[in-house]
């Protein structure tokens, strides 16, 4: 601190450490408004040191007295307040330097929580992914099957449909439409290969006799006898036996000459004589048949020549006596 000066009386300096006091005052009022607690504490000791240092240079006014002479530097000595501005400065800086890390450290746990978060509801929304993806190929796998059930029901019903479509109901033998489609098919297979193609025209003799006198009902269960044997005969898997109408039958015979359709025409003959079906009214008291045949072995004859020759072969046998088996050759 400098030497002490006493002011005289009168000079301007007699009010200036009055007005450092009133301004310290004012000054630090005003801080206590508008900042915190460290701040000022901090402007409080700066306006303390100013006045120390105010007064050292200017002087602060006491009476010119001896007893003035010895309270001046006393008093100085009370006012030889140290400057402690860089110590709160440090202060500052480390309680701002604590704050900043306290933030830092934070931010720091709350991105981690976030992103802990954000994780947990990503693994959520895979899991009902993944859960509504399962049930959902479980459905798939239902409906999978339950279509494949149905398309081989479907096969199944177009199958017999199919069947049905080409069978006799009442013999079980094919029906007109699938021999006709079979004639033509082979028909066009003999021309080409030039193979032997035999037909056999079967008529149950005075089946009318039988109708009148054992009644209609009887009169199926006799074609369906019929029926058995003609299946019984025709063996082979390109063979066909189907009921032509009525109670007229017929067989197609592919690859077959006409030795061989004449041989099976009489075993289908015999077959029928041997069940001993009854026929009161006819001339031999039981049920026969009438077969006519007719083979193509070269030649152009066209469906409805061989068709036409089997039917005169078959009408033949009838004007010979009913019983008994017809057959032509085909050659031209």
Request: hydrophobic fraction near 45%; glycine fraction near 8%.
């Amino acid at each position: 601190m400098g030497e002490w000066q006493s002011s005289r009386p009168g000079t301007p300096s007699r009010w200036l450490g009055l007005r450092l006091v009133v301004a310290a005052g004012w000054l630090t009022a005003a801080l206590a408004c508008h900042a915190g607690p460290t701040r000022l504490s901090r402007a409080v000791a700066l306006c303390v040191h100013g006045l120390a240092v105010a007064t050292c240079v200017h002087g602060f006014y006491l009476p010119a007295s001896p007893n003035s002479q010895r309270t001046g530097p006393a008093f100085d000595r009370r006012l030889a307040v140290p400057d402690v501005s860089g110590a709160f400065n440090a202060h500052e800086s480390a309680g701002q330097q604590i704050v900043e890390r306290g933030l830092a450290r934070h931010n720091s746990n709350l991105f981690w929580q976030i992103a802990a978060g954000v994780a947990a509801v990503l693994v959520l929304v895979l899991a009902l992914a993944l859960y509504r993806y399962r049930r959902m190929l479980q459905r798939l796998a239902r409906s999978n099957a339950q279509i494949l059930r149905q398309q081989q029901a479907l096969e199944a019903a177009n199958r017999e449909l199919e069947r049905l479509s080409q069978t006799d109901g009442l013999t079980g033998l094919a029906n007109r439409r699938q021999f006709d489609h079979a004639l033509l098919r082979e028909h066009a297979r003999q021309q080409r290969t030039g193979s032997a193609l035999s037909l056999l025209m079967i008529d149950l003799d005075h089946f009318k006799h039988v109708n009148d006198h054992y009644g209609h009902a009887m009169g199926d269960d006799y074609l369906r006898a019929v029926a058995r044997v003609l299946r019984a005969s025709v063996t082979r898997a390109t063979d066909v036996a189907a009921r032509y109408g009525g109670e007229e039958f017929a067989c197609l015979l592919p690859d077959t000459p006409a030795d061989d359709a004449c041989m099976l025409a009489e075993r289908i003959r015999q077959g029928v004589a041997d069940l001993g079906l009854p026929n009161a009214l006819a001339d031999t008291t039981h049920l026969t048949v009438s077969v006519g045949v007719a083979t193509l072995e070269r030649g152009s004859s066209s469906v409805a020549q061989l068709l036409t020759q089997a039917d005169e072969q078959l009408y033949a046998a009838k004007h010979a006596g009913r019983d008994r088996v017809q057959a032509v050759v085909l050659r031209q």
